[in-house]
């Protein structure tokens, strides 16, 4: 579906009340499908006992969830901006159920690696959709509407060590079948979501382009834009890098370097993930106040003096520094997709799966080559070297501003 562009606000405006039902809908599915990717970096210490997986392994079935659905939810989204596909939602969420059915029955890493792939294509189907449907129900308050569905995404990954000490240690790589029925759920609601979105079509009709619109695109703007959203992309997989760190890694310099358990391990990390969820939440709020470059700015750049001093901390300092640094890193998190959505207006799929899919996706990455390098040299060593990635924020200063965003809306 091409969204409404510049030239045809009307369509955009046409729906100006915010339809809440449909936004904890979609926030609701979307703590679904995120809770059920948070199983497999759960799981990992299971894997690194039962199956003998080694960090380098570990990192390889990290990068194949996130490189599946990060490579796909771009393209998913360029189609679903040309084409009328509401009941792709449930469709896609049925590729994540059998991906859970394959984890808990899994006995091999290459069954793993099947498996996950079934669950990234599911969230490949879900993010760009979803966000699309956040835009279709938000009316006039686009920022809110997004804060609300990337809280719900937000608050499913901070689950994972939630159930690492819930349901895997007690019952193991099985515990992963009990995840089938959050995906039923997350189906039986994506009906509901999708039928809904159908009769939203005739608000938000296709809309092509005029063979000789191209022409009269600005060439030194348009390469401001492409620049300009490169480097968002950029900014954006240094703070997934940093993240993809400490979500698969650090419960790891917990156990070794601090001599906690796998189920100690996870009260640190849900601090972190937890203070992230409130910092996507009131991210937004602040944005409205200090500009949305500026959040994305102070977001990685406040962050870094506290990533740099997390590794000489004494254990009784990680907690408030974990809950301090998730908060502020995440501020920026929902203000990002909105950003892009202004820097690329029309284009809602494909620039929410750039942004939410591909960059942040791209992070998965770096979970390669920072098990590598564990396995290299020592966890310690990694911690070490992921904590000068927040430093990279201050390349935020190069992208436009709010106002030159808004000017350029208007010529």
């Known amino acids: 579906m091409a969204a409404p562009t510049e030239k045809t606000p009307s369509l955009a405006s046409s729906q100006q009340k915010t339809i809440y039902s449909i936004l ?35 990192g390889w079935i990290a990068f194949t969830l996130n490189i599946t659905s990060s490579v796909m939810q771009p393209v998913i989204g360029w189609y679903t901006d040309r084409t009328t596909s509401p009941y792709l939602l449930p469709f896609g969420m049925m590729a994540s159920l059998i991906g859970m059915l394959g984890i808990a029955f899994a006995d091999s890493f290459h069954l793993i690696i099947i498996s996950v792939i079934g669950i990234g294509l599911g969230s490949a189907v879900f993010h760009p ?12 308050r686009r920022g809110l509407a997004q804060s609300i569905y990337q809280v719900g995404g937000n608050s499913g990954s901070s689950l994972a060590p939630v159930m690492t000490a819930l349901v895997f ?6 515990g992963a079948v009990w995840f089938t029925s959050l995906a039923a759920v997350a189906i039986f609601v994506l009906f509901y979501v999708s039928g809904w979105y159908s009769r939203q079509l005739i ?19 348009k390469n401001q834009v492409i620049g300009a959203m490169a480097l968002l992309v950029f900014l954006v997989f240094a703070r997934s890098w940093y993240f993809s760190g400490i979500g698969n890694y650090y419960q790891f310099y917990l156990i070794d370097d601090y001599g906690l358990s796998i189920r100690q391990a996870q009260i640190y990390l849900f601090v972190f993930m937890a203070s992230g969820v409130l910092g996507t939440f ?7 106040r200090l500009g949305k470059r500026n959040m994305i700015f ?21 907690i408030p520094l974990f809950f301090v640094i998730g908060f502020i890193l995440n501020t920026s998190f929902s203000v990002t997709v909105v950003y892009a959505q202004e820097l690329v207006p029309g284009r809602i799929g494909m620039v929410s799966g ?17 098990g590598k390098i564990a396995d290299l040299t020592s966890i310690s060593n990694t911690m070490l070297l992921i904590s000068f990635l927040p430093l990279l924020g201050l390349l935020t200063v190069m992208l436009p501003t709010d106002n030159t965003l808004e000017k350029w809306s208007k010529e």
């Not at 959709?129 to 006039?140: D, I, K, L, P, Q």
């Not at 608000?203 to 619109?213: A, D, I, T």
């Not at 009131?282 to 409205?288: E, L, S, T, V």
Request: glycine share 12%; no cysteine.
């Open 24 to 58: 904890f809908a979609i926030s609701f599915v979307h703590l679904l499908n995120d809770s059920m990717q948070a199983v497999i970096p759960a799981i990992f210490p299971i894997l690194e006992e039962s199956m003998g997986l080694t960090f380098t392994q570990l």
């Open 129 to 140: 959709e979803g966000s699309r449907v956040a835009y279709m129900a938000a009316g006039n």
């Open 169 to 174: 240690v007690p019952l193991g790589q099985f």
């Open 203 to 221: 608000h938000f009709p296709r809309v092509k382009k005029q063979s000789g619109e191209k022409k009269a695109i600005d060439k030194k703007r």
């Open 282 to 288: 009131f991210g937004g709020p602040i944005a409205d």
């Open 298 to 318: 102070w977001s990685m750049v406040g962050t870094a003096p506290l990533a740099l001093l997390l590794p000489h901390v004494g254990l009784w300092a990680v």
């Open 354 to 370: 750039l942004i939410v899919g591909l960059a942040f996706g791209m992070g998965a990455l770096g979970s390669v080559v920072l």
